[in-house]
């Protein structure tokens, strides 16, 4: 497993957190499945797979393009959330939701088309999974990696309201839960890994084709929402606190009303960053 040295997942990683996904973390960039229905030449006829779907952020917007979409996460309270968001946006019919990690796929959920990694991969035990689900896409199919693009820079400039102050937040939850990264029961001192191209290659994907959906609309945020967010996150879960959770709460609502008296944060959406690999040799 060549996720973290020295951790190991349990079911506690993203315990809690499903409720505040929604609210809390920001969209991918508009025109997403636009941009994926392109390049994949998509018809509305193929199976999807996304792997370590949360609560159906991506499976969900791309749910237009295919004819069937599959999420799969190990936590339930991601797939409750998940289910919940197909009957809302009304493809309940369409899409299935089933708890399980990947590391025990294929579990006789059949062939895909494309399969979709958001932000998860790094959890995982890559080489397995990344061998797994190449075996599990039809011929022509293709492995989606999507992320927010980290490189660039967004600024408030010219906006309303003042900025998420983010590096407070950091500082604030390190004073709560110590200065090493918490992850479930475990710590990452080291972070999460990257390098999925060079694991994709040894899977033997083809690729990989880079894609960015430009970003940086011009979003309006509340205390609320920024609190979701923190809530969503892995390392600032909410079991992790205990019983100082509404302690933490509490000082985190002070921090962000001292930073924006009027209850506003302004944000710009972030780019986001696809890499398309092919399951055959020919190029993509």
């Known amino acids: 497993m060549d996720v973290m040295d020295g951790w190991e997942w349990d079911d506690t990683l993203f315990s809690g ?3 505040y996904y929604r609210r809390g973390r920001l969209p991918y960039a508009p025109g997403l499945a636009d941009v994926l229905a392109e390049v994949l030449r998509l018809d509305g006829r193929g199976r999807l797979i996304d792997v370590g779907c949360g609560p159906g952020t991506l499976a969900l917007s791309l749910a237009q393009v295919f004819h069937e979409v599959v999420g ?3 936590d339930r309270g991601m797939i409750d959330e998940a289910g919940r968001g197909a009957a809302e946006a009304g493809v309940a019919g369409k899409a299935r939701w089933v708890r399980i990690r990947a590391e025990d796929l294929p579990a006789d959920l059949g062939s ?4 979709t990694f958001a932000q998860s991969f790094h959890w995982m035990d890559r080489d397995l999974v990344a061998a797994t689900v190449r075996g599990m896409l039809r011929p022509g199919g293709a492995l989606v990696h999507v992320s927010d693009l980290k490189t660039e820079t967004r600024t408030v400039d010219g906006l309303p309201y003042p900025a998420v102050p983010y590096a407070a937040i950091d500082e604030l939850v390190r004073r709560y839960l110590g200065p090493v990264r918490r992850a479930g029961r475990g710590v990452l001192p080291q972070g999460t890994p990257g390098g999925e191209a060079a694991v994709l290659a040894r899977a033997g994907f083809s690729g990989p084709r880079r894609v960015v959906v430009p970003g940086g609309q011009a979003l309006e945020r509340t205390p609320d929402e920024v609190v979701a967010g923190v809530f969503s996150m892995s390392f600032s ?7 100082r959770r509404d302690a933490f ?4 609502r002070g921090l962000l009303g001292a930073a924006a008296p009027a209850d506003r944060f302004s944000e710009r959406q972030p780019s986001t960053e696809v890499f398309v690999w092919g399951r ?4 993509l």
């Open 17 to 19: 957190t499903a409720a």
């Open 72 to 74: 799969v996460d190990p």
């Open 112 to 115: 895909f088309t494309v399969a």
């Open 237 to 243: 879960a909410p079991h992790l606190f205990g019983t």
């Open 249 to 252: 709460e509490a000082d985190l």
């Open 280 to 283: 055959d040799s020919a190029p």
